[in-house]
T-cell receptor
Framework: DAGVIQSPRHEVTEMGQEVTLRCKPI?????LFWYRQTMMRGLELLIY????????DSGMPEDRFSAKMPNASFSTLKIQPSEPRDSAVYFC??????????????FGPGTRLTVL | AQKITQTQPGMFVQEKEAVTLDCTYD???????LFWYKQPSSGEMIFLIY??????QNATEGRYSLNFQKARKSANLVISASQLGDSAMYFC????????????FGTGTSLTVIP
């Protein structure tokens, strides 16, 4: 079975440009998470969705960040305009979302974003 | 307060030896899950092992075992017979069943296996 798919794997852009990161969760998973990882701040939860509905976006750093999940098999994280401090690895993860204690998150390979 | 605390920023272990990575957690919920992930230098996050709060036995997965001490709120990862490929960052995480599907991650422990 395919795991969580993220694209692109690497993105280099210039400050001020719009960046769109994409994620396809594992089929049948109902919860989707976006994380950001940097050396300074570690792994941060940005936003998560249950059944395509955003549940908690308190981790989204600024209005420049937005996330959508138009259907169960696709989500985007958009940064507009991008800034150098947005440089990080962005992970998407999904979990079955059954509410059971065994609900495990499975991570995608990440997108390494560099904003010049 | 931190939900997950990993107090060892870095650890070293000799190849073939066992190593324990510490994790303590903070929750008032009775039902929760504890998880460990491995992040090698290639960057992916790999799920290793799960322990439920009601599980009476410690979880084991191959060379990985979770030393679960509920009263002390600790969930230490034990890696037996360390291999060079075990060198990586290790993250402890918790999910509180009654507060949705959000995971709380620790800051990680960097493990280096010495040949």
């Amino acid at each position: 079975d395919a795991g969580v798919i993220q694209s692109p794997r690497h993105e280099v852009t210039e400050m001020g440009q719009e960046v769109t990161l994409r994620c396809k969760p594992i089929s049948g998973h109902n919860s989707l998470f976006w994380y950001r990882q940097t050396m300074m701040r570690g792994l941060e939860l940005l936003i998560y969705f249950n059944n395509n509905v955003p549940i908690d976006d308190s981790g989204m750093p600024e209005d420049r960040f937005s996330a959508k999940m138009p259907n169960a098999s696709f989500s985007t994280l958009k940064i507009q305009p991008s800034e150098p401090r947005d440089s990080a690895v962005y992970f998407c993860a999904s979990s079955p979302g059954t509410g059971a204690g065994t609900d495990t998150q499975y991570f995608g390979p990440g997108t390494r974003l560099t904003v010049l | 307060a931190q939900k997950i605390t990993q107090t060892q920023p870095g650890m070293f272990v000799q190849e073939k030896e066992a190593v324990t990575l510490d994790c303590t957690y903070d929750t008032s919920d009775q039902s929760y899950g504890l998880f460990w992930y491995k992040q090698p230098s290639s960057g992916e996050m790999i799920f290793l092992i799960y322990q439920g709060s009601y599980d009476e036995q410690n979880a084991t997965e191959g060379r990985y075992s979770l030393n679960f001490q509920k009263a002390r709120k600790s969930a230490n990862l034990v890696i037996s017979a360390s291999q060079l490929g075990d060198s990586a960052m290790y993250f402890c995480a918790m999910r509180e069943t009654n507060t949705g599907n959000q995971f709380y991650f620790g800051t990680g422990t960097s493990l280096t296996v010495i040949p």
